[in-house]
């Protein structure tokens, strides 16, 4: 069983930075993607930043910039430095990984997400 477990969220001023983590574990035989998504109350869960395996990395224009996501393959971890935080950045962060298990089967799992509020 596989499962991807989040930290780093919290309170922060304007301005202020954060990073989140999310380390998978579990039964697994590679991780082809990694990503970060978010969701504000009222909205769309939506895509914050991704990085594949090879390292590529795509971004939402809304964190463009201010947001660098990093992945550490020994550890299975992902890592999203959030930095020059807006109050608009305020929703629950999730991780995603799409994961093939040892029985070298992909699925896509998600973590329990972590609330990150940004203060005006």
């Known amino acids: 069983q596989v499962q991807l477990v989040e930290s780093g969220g919290g309170l922060v001023q304007a301005g202020g930075s954060l990073r989140l983590s999310c380390a998978a574990s579990?039964?697994?035989?590679?991780?082809?993607?990694m990503g970060w998504y978010r969701q504000a109350p009222g909205n769309e869960r939506e895509l914050a930043a991704r990085?594949?395996?090879?390292?590529?990395?795509k971004y939402a224009d809304s964190v463009k910039g201010r947001f660098t996501i990093s992945r550490d393959n020994a550890k299975n971890t992902v890592y999203l430095q959030m930095n020059s935080l807006k109050p608009e950045d305020t929703a629950v962060y999730y991780c995603?990984?799409?994961?093939?298990?040892?029985?070298?089967?992909?699925?896509?799992?998600w973590g329990q997400g972590t609330q990150v509020t940004v203060s005006s």
């Open positions: 995603s990984a799409i994961i093939a298990t040892m029985t070298r089967r992909f699925s896509e799992y």
């Open positions: 990085i594949t395996e090879g390292n590529p990395t």
């Open positions: 579990g039964s697994i035989f590679s991780i082809p993607a």
